[in-house]
C-alpha cells in the first residue's frame, strides 16, 4: 500500500465548478498535510497546509482534514482554466524529516 | 525575501558520465535542504535531505549522492549515470523544526535525460 495515495485523473471539470480533490494516508501518526499545485514542466509549489482536523480556507481554496478517516481533501471554488495543473498531497509527522507525497491529480478546467 | 537557484536547468548526459547539479538557497539561514526526483508523469521521490553542514540523510539507495558544503549550498552527484537515472531533479529548502518543515520551496527544477 503506498503510503499517501491520490486519483492520477484527470479530473474534468468546467469553469465555474467546485473541484474536490482527495488524498488518503496510511500511517496513522502523520500530522502535517499539504497541497502542493504543479503545472506541466514546472515546479511544485505550496498553496495549502493543514494541521488540525476540519476545514481550512484561504480564497477559493478549502483543505479538509479527516484525522480518524486518514483523508485530506481539497476544494477549488469557482475553478478557472489557469486551475488546470496536477496536485500533490504531501504528509509528514513524528521521527519523519521530509515530505511523503502522493503521485498527484491531473485538474483540467474545462472554459 | 528567500530564494533558491538550481542549476543547470537542462541537460543530456551520456550513460556512464558524471553529474553534478548544484543549488543555492539565499535569504535565510539554517534551512533544511532536499533533493527530490520526479520520473515522466510520477510523483515525487526524496533522495536525500540535509538538516545542516556535512549532515546528510539517504531515502534510497542508488547511484548518487549529495554533499552539503556550506549551509545554503546542496550538491546532487554521480560518478556513472545510468539510464535509469533520467528524470526531473528538484531541490527545496524548508525552514528547520517544526510543523513548518512541510512547507517546501522549491528550485526551477534540472531535467536530466540519460542517452
Known amino acids: 500500500q503506498k503510503e499517501v495515495e491520490q486519483n492520477s485523473g484527470p479530473l474534468s471539470v468546467p469553469e465555474g465548478a467546485i473541484a474536490s480533490l482527495n488524498c488518503t494516508y496510511s500511517d496513522r501518526v502523520s500530522q502535517s498535510f499539504f497541497w502542493y499545485r504543479q503545472y506541466s514542466g514546472k515546479s511544485p509549489e505550496l498553496i495549502m497546509s493543514i494541521y488540525s482536523n476540519g476545514d481550512k480556507e484561504d480564497g477559493r481554496f478549502t483543505a479538509q482534514l479527516n484525522k480518524a478517516s486518514q483523508y485530506v481533501s481539497l476544494l477549488i471554488r469557482d475553478s478557472q482554466p489557469s486551475d488546470s495543473a496536477t496536485y500533490l498531497c504531501a504528509v509528514t509527522g513524528t521521527g519523519r524529516r521530509a515530505l511523503t507525497f502522493g503521485s498527484g491529480t491531473r485538474l483540467q478546467v474545462q472554459p | 525575501s528567500q530564494t533558491i537557484h538550481q542549476w543547470p536547468a537542462t541537460l543530456v548526459q551520456p550513460v556512464g558520465s558524471p553529474l553534478s547539479l548544484e543549488c543555492t538557497v539565499e535569504?535565510?539561514?539554517?534551512?533544511?535542504l532536499y533533493w527530490y526526483r520526479q520520473a515522466a508523469g510520477r510523483g515525487l521521490q526524496l533522495l536525500f535531505y540535509s538538516v545542516g553542514i556535512g549532515q546528510i540523510s539517504s531515502e534510497v539507495p542508488q547511484n548518487l549522492s549529495a554533499s552539503r558544503p556550506q549551509d545554503r549550498q546542496f550538491i546532487l552527484s554521480s560518478k556513472k549515470l545510468l539510464l535509469s537515472d533520467s528524470g526531473f531533479y528538484l531541490c527545496a529548502w524548508s525552514v528547520r523544526g517544526g510543523a513548518n518543515t512541510g512547507e517546501l520551496f522549491f528550485g526551477e527544477g534540472s531535467r536530466l535525460t540519460v542517452l
Open positions: 535569504g535565510t539561514s539554517n534551512p533544511n
